[in-house]
C-alpha cells in the first residue's frame, strides 16, 4: 500500500490486465470486473509513467458500491485521468475522451472500446520508451549494475 497521486487514500498495487477490446453492442459493462479492469490498468500506467515522464495531476477515482448508482463524476474520473495520462506519455490526435453530465447517458460499448484501446496504446506506447532509454553498465566491486540515462 502507497499514497496515490493525489496524496489522498491508500491504493493497492495493480498489475496489467488485459484490457478487453472487442467490445460489442450485446456486451453489458459491470462494475466488476470491467471498471476494476479499467481503473487497475489506468492506476498501473499512472505508477509506471511516474518514473519516465512528467507526472500530471491525476484526480481520485471512485470505488464502487454495489448498492450505488454511479453518478456522472465516476465517468468523469476515469475520463480526466485517461486523457492526463496521455499527455504525459504519448499525445495522439485519435485520443478522444468525453465528458457527462447529470442525467445523460454513459458509456456504452464504443466508449468502452475506445477507452481499453487507449490504455493498451498507452500501455505499448510506455513499453516502447522504457526498452528505447538508453543503459548505462558499469561493473563495481565485481558486481554487473546497469541503470536507465535519461
Same mark, same amino acid.
Not at 507526472?55 to 456522472?72: C, E, F, H, I, R
Not at 495522439?92 to 475506445?114: A, C, H, I, K
Given at each position: 500500500?502507497? *499514497?496515490?497521486?493525489?496524496?489522498?487514500?491508500? %491504493?493497492?498495487?495493480?498489475?496489467?490486465?488485459?484490457?478487453?477490446?472487442?467490445?460489442?453492442?450485446?456486451?453489458?459493462?459491470?462494475?466488476?470486473?470491467?471498471?476494476?479492469?479499467?481503473?487497475?490498468?489506468?492506476?498501473?500506467?499512472?505508477?509506471?509513467?511516474?518514473?519516465?515522464?512528467?507526472? *500530471?495531476?491525476?484526480?481520485?477515482?471512485?470505488?464502487?458500491?454495489?448498492?450505488? %448508482?454511479?453518478?456522472?463524476?465516476?465517468?468523469?474520473? %476515469?475520463?480526466?485521468?485517461?486523457?492526463?495520462?496521455?499527455?504525459?506519455?504519448? *499525445?495522439? *490526435?485519435?485520443?478522444?475522451?468525453?465528458?457527462?453530465?447529470?442525467?445523460?447517458?454513459?458509456?456504452?460499448?464504443?466508449?468502452?472500446?475506445?477507452?481499453?484501446?487507449?490504455?493498451?496504446?498507452?500501455?505499448?506506447?510506455?513499453?516502447?520508451?522504457?526498452?528505447?532509454?538508453?543503459?548505462?553498465?558499469?561493473?563495481?566491486?565485481?558486481?554487473?549494475?546497469?541503470?536507465?540515462v535519461s
Amino acid at each position: 500500500m502507497y *499514497p496515490d497521486f493525489m496524496g489522498a487514500l491508500p %491504493v493497492r498495487a495493480c498489475q496489467w490486465q488485459a484490457p478487453k477490446t472487442s467490445w460489442s453492442a450485446e456486451d453489458a459493462f459491470r462494475l466488476d470486473p470491467d471498471y476494476e479492469r479499467i481503473r487497475d490498468n489506468l492506476l498501473y500506467l499512472q505508477q509506471r509513467a511516474a518514473a519516465i515522464t512528467q507526472k *500530471p495531476g491525476y484526480s481520485q477515482m471512485q470505488d464502487y458500491a454495489v448498492d450505488g %448508482v454511479p453518478l456522472a463524476d465516476f465517468f468523469n474520473r %476515469v475520463e480526466e485521468n485517461l486523457a492526463a495520462l496521455a499527455d504525459a506519455v504519448q *499525445p495522439r *490526435p485519435e485520443y478522444s475522451t468525453r465528458s457527462f453530465s447529470p442525467g445523460s447517458l454513459v458509456w456504452d460499448w464504443r466508449d468502452l472500446e475506445r477507452i481499453e484501446g487507449m490504455l493498451l496504446q498507452i500501455y505499448n506506447d510506455m513499453n516502447a520508451i522504457e526498452n528505447g532509454q538508453q543503459k548505462l553498465a558499469f561493473c563495481l566491486g565485481g558486481g554487473f549494475f546497469g541503470t536507465f540515462v535519461s
